[in-house]
């Protein structure tokens, strides 16, 4: 199974920019759909961005045009850049496979967007 290990979150204000990074060990990461998760408290875990292997994105709509995924193949690792958060954006931020592996869950990164 592949271990990924979540980081950069925090706690911003609205308006404020993170950068996420996810780090991926034991497969070959290359290959692989990546993506990241988000899940709010009291609320299903949900796709918020995927990146094929070669570069193509795909974006929910609640976060299209503020979030910007992209990965660095060499390095083993996938990065979120959150631009103009809003407090909707709070949650515990996952990357996986996409689809995801069950196994392969984090323990994710708290993005906390309040005044």
């Known amino acids: 199974q592949v271990q990924l290990v979540e980081s950069g979150g925090g706690l911003v204000q609205p308006g404020g920019s993170l950068r996420l990074s996810c780090a991926a060990s034991g497969r070959i990461f290359s290959i692989y759909v990546m993506g990241w998760y988000r899940q709010a408290p009291g609320k299903q875990r949900e796709l918020v961005a995927a990146?094929?292997?070669?570069?193509?994105?795909n974006y929910a709509d609640s976060v299209k045009g503020r979030f910007t995924i992209s990965r660095d193949n060499a390095k083993n690792t996938v990065y979120l850049q959150m631009n103009s958060l809003k407090p909707e954006d709070t949650a515990v931020y996952y990357c996986?496979?996409?689809?995801?592996?069950?196994?392969?869950w984090g323990q994710g990164t708290q993005v906390t967007v309040s005044s």
């Open positions: 996986n496979a996409h689809p995801p592996s069950v196994g392969s």
């Open positions: 990146i094929t292997g070669g570069g193509s994105t």
